[in-house]
């Protein structure tokens, strides 16, 4: 036996197995706005589940606390497709702890496990730009697995006549999800005759799409399975819809490599 050794200390390994053992002594509430009201508005990390498995690690900083960042999670999964029972825990942190990621260290202790799986997935990605309209996502993209539903009630719009350009500010408020559209002078000169009350999003897209090609046949809105966009512009080919249906598609460019996510930063 040798009479020297060597003897490293991991304070990362460390830090990551005592917030990981602090999340697991909580039981999870569900992802809704009561228990959402009961968090503190204090910094901290968060988990999200579905249907009691660990989907999502995110964090809270001091101008995000933790209610600001579970509320954006909720609304962003109201109008979803294909989303299970969610639930969350949450772990105030102070806020010193935030310069060395605390998140990270969880997402990556949870990853070598095979959880965590939306934080490698796409799930709190930023806006990706005009650039990626024309991207196919993968297959395991959080915007493929949970797509948009555009059979969400849009309960804030009235019916009424509106100005498109109005309705546009209405509507991008109203949906749950990205609505990203480019601004024209036409569009305050376009009357949008919604006929019902809290009309479903696939509807009102759908009468607004019909208004602006009438007026530039070049225009149409798009719905893409992770944000709705409105542009003179031909729709790619994996669209989900296109407004009016008879717009032309074009094919859609190749997916490019995916990155981790652990923030939640979305247009709605």
Request: some cysteine; glycine content about 6%; charged content about 20%.
């Amino acid at each position: 036996m040798s009479a020297s050794g060597e003897f490293r200390l991991s304070i990362t390994q460390a830090l990551a197995d005592q917030l990981a053992s602090g999340l697991a002594d909580l039981s999870p509430d569900p992802l809704d706005p009561t228990h959402i009201a009961n968090v503190a508005a204090k910094p901290g990390v968060y988990q999200l589940y579905e249907n009691d498995v660990l989907v999502y690690v995110g964090k809270a900083e001091a101008a995000e606390s933790l209610p600001k960042r579970l509320r954006q999670h909720h609304d962003k999964l109201s109008g979803r497709r294909n989303v299970g029972s969610m639930t969350f825990t949450c772990l105030y942190v102070h806020e010193d702890m935030h310069a060395v990621s605390p998140e990270r260290l969880l997402i990556k202790k949870y990853g070598a496990a095979g959880f965590a799986s939306w934080n490698y997935a796409g799930f709190g990605s930023k806006d990706p730009g005009k650039e990626r309209d024309t991207t196919k996502i993968d297959d395991g993209h959080f915007d493929a697995t949970h797509p948009i539903n555009l059979d969400f009630v849009c309960a804030g719009i009235r019916a009424r006549s509106y100005l498109l350009s109005d309705l546009l500010v209405t509507v991008k408020a109203a949906l749950p999800f990205l609505f990203r559209y480019q601004k024209a002078p036409f569009h305050d000169d376009v009357i949008v005759a919604v006929p019902n009350d809290a009309p479903k999003a696939d509807d009102l897209l759908a009468i607004m799409g019909a208004c602006v090609a009438e007026a530039d046949a070049r225009w149409r809105i798009i719905a893409l399975p992770g944000y709705v966009i409105m542009y003179p512009r031909e729709a790619p080919s994996h669209a989900l819809k296109t407004y009016p249906e008879s717009a032309a598609v074009t094919p859609a460019a190749p997916p490019s490599a995916g990155d981790l996510f652990s923030e939640d930063d979305y247009t709605l």
